[in-house]
């Protein structure tokens, strides 16, 4: 028997057996579209991390308190209070000679709270930055002014708000010279203290990370001692003037903190120095391992697809009992009836991945459009090699799991097939 009828005969077998042939589907339709949807959705992901981490800037450096290794995050960042960084900190990589890079330093101390002006309240973000803030962080002001130099060593009570906190406060009114009452929303604190607005900062947009328009800044001395009632940073920044002496700058760095803190070997650090390259490293990383992980728990419903296509074949070689005997008894060798069987179980799963290819593709076009009406920069992306390999799966399930079903009908006995009932 010619491979050509072999072929014609299995899409005709499975025509005939249309709703049978769909449900067998299922499975690896649902398993290929997970897989395509997860690849998708992590290079996604990743786009967006990597677009929103360069749109803070290559030259900037941050120090946190506590250690961290080469791989892992310092624990500040879960948000595990550690007291190692003081404002002298920041002073010392100000004005280090050796540092020569360092275009400017900001240091802060943030909390939530919510900020009152006749009447009209908003839950905000409370940060507690220096005077250089605006140079680190490219801040523009839509009115008013920062707070300057004198206003942050006098720890005077201003503020600088965030453009939709003032738009919740003031709609279309001038912020300018009101005074905002700004107290902590924390268990162990009901601090309140009047804060009068010398400026507004223009809309930015939010990011994955905060949103900077929803947010207050004052004096770091004036969150720290009269709201947070504490003495220590939750950050230091610096700007550098170009990205090629990040790095140089960054061993700088932990040099001047080495000898602020008294530390001789570098394994004591009790601070962690990064730039955003090692923030992009680290999050690809993540984001690669997740992307792994969830790419392997997709892949189970192949499995689960396979078998269940292994139990439809072997009932079908039970109802086709006498079709295989006949087909013996005219002369069709166990090599030929093999091979149909497996040809069938084989177009099911190809046919099955490429309609799975094709829904995956869709979800993950849909929600990359909804991510973009979001405001996210999304980008949609469907690697070439996740479908090639989506195709390569689908053939090898067919391929493992029509095995056994055909192998079976193979070796079923002419006369007894006949016979069968």
Excluded: C
């Excluded at 949807?37 to 803070?56: C, D």
């Excluded at 010392?92 to 330093?105: G, Q, S």
């Excluded at 939530?112 to 009209?120: A, D, H, I, L, M």
């Excluded at 799963?349 to 290819?357: D, S």
Aim: charged share 20%; no cysteine; hydrophobic share 45%.
């Amino acid at each position: 028997m010619r491979f050509i009828y072999i072929l014609k005969d299995a899409f005709k077998t499975l025509f005939i057996k249309k709703a049978r042939t769909l449900l067998t589907m299922l499975g690896i339709i649902i398993g290929v579209a997970g897989v395509i949807i997860i690849v998708s959705l992590g290079v996604g992901a990743q786009s967006l991390v990597l677009s929103q981490i360069t749109k803070l800037g290559s030259n900037l450096v941050s120090v946190l308190p506590g250690a961290s290794d080469e791989t892992g995050p310092p624990a500040a960042v879960f948000g595990i209070q550690i007291e190692t960084l003081k404002f002298s900190d920041a002073e010392a990589i100000d004005k280090d000679p050796r540092l020569d890079h360092v275009l400017a330093v900001t240091a802060g101390a943030n909390g939530n709270g919510t900020v009152v002006w006749k009447g009209e309240s908003v839950d905000t973000a409370i940060a507690g930055i220096t005077y250089q803030y605006p140079s680190v962080q490219d801040i523009e002001l839509s009115e008013g002014r920062f707070f300057n130099e004198a206003e942050d060593k006098a720890s005077a009570y201003v503020t600088v708000l965030g453009s939709s906190v003032k738009e919740s406060l003031f709609g279309d009114k001038s912020a300018v010279g009101e005074v905002v009452r700004v107290r902590l929303n924390s268990a162990d604190s009901s601090s309140s203290i009047s804060l009068r607005v010398v400026g507004v900062t223009k809309e930015k947009g939010s990011s994955i990370f905060f949103n900077p328009d929803d947010q207050i800044l004052a004096p770091l001395a004036v969150v720290q001692r009269q709201l947070l009632g504490i003495d220590h940073l939750q950050f230091i920044q610096a700007k550098i003037d170009e990205g090629v002496n990040v790095k140089p700058t960054i061993e700088g760095i932990r040099e001047v903190l080495r000898e602020e803190h008294k530390i001789k070997n570098a394994s004591d650090d009790d601070f962690s120095v990064r730039d955003l390259a090692d923030a992009v490293s680290l999050l690809t990383g993540i984001t690669d391992a997740l992307r792994l992980f969830l790419g392997l728990m997709a892949s189970i419903s192949l499995v689960v697809g396979g078998i269940g296509i292994m139990n439809i074949m072997l009932v079908t070689v039970t109802e086709r009992t006498r079709e295989i005997g006949l087909r013996k008894a005219v002369g069709a060798r166990s090599f030929n009836i093999r091979m149909q069987f497996l040809i069938e179980a084989i177009i099911i799963t190809t046919i099955g991945g490429v309609i799975g290819i094709l829904v995956g593709s869709l979800i993950s076009w849909l929600i990359s459009i909804g991510a973009h009406f979001a405001g996210f920069d999304w980008v949609f992306s469907v690697p070439l090699g996740s479908i090639f390999l989506a195709v390569g799966v689908s053939v090898f399930v067919g391929v493992v799991f029509g095995y056994y079903p055909a192998a079976q009908a193979s070796k079923l006995d002419p006369i007894e097939s006949l016979r069968y009932e």
